[in-house]
Nanobody, 121 residues
Framework: QVQLVESGGGLVQTGGSLRLSCAAS????MGWFRQAPGKEREFVAS????????YYADSVRGRFTISRDNARNTMYLQMNSLKPEDTAVYYC??????????????????WGQGTQVTVSS
């Protein structure tokens, strides 16, 4: 049974920063997605199994940085210059069917419980 445990969400002002963490029970290619109220879940960032390749949504590129510590099977999302439109529940996800990055929800077969990020204006 794969377990993904997220942490690090919270309330921050516009322009502030937060770092999300996702601890996995094993090593996978992983990603972050988010879902705002009334909207579909959308891709944020993805990182390969090795950590050598990262892939970002246009809306966060240059502001967010995805990384991983393979010794700890933990993935991170450093979020800087946060905007109110970044407010959402953030989910980490893992895929056991490939080692590359992906922005498609259907490529991920394991999901965390989600952590709320709220950016106030």
């Amino acid at each position: 049974q794969v377990q993904l445990v997220e942490s690090g969400g919270g309330l921050v002002q516009t322009g502030g920063s937060l770092r999300l963490s996702c601890a996995a029970s094993a090593r996978y290619a992983m990603g972050w997605f988010r879902q705002a109220p009334g909207k579909e879940r959308e891709f944020v960032a993805s990182i390969s199994w090795s950590g050598g390749t990262a892939y970002y949504a246009d809306s966060v590129r240059g502001r967010f940085t995805i990384s991983r510590d393979n010794a700890r099977n933990t993935m991170y999302l450093q979020m800087n210059s946060l905007k109110p439109e970044d407010t959402a529940v953030y989910y980490c996800a893992a895929r056991s069917n490939g080692r590359t990055t992906s922005g498609a929800t259907y490529d991920y077969n394991y999901w965390g419980q989600g952590t709320q990020v709220t950016v106030s204006s």
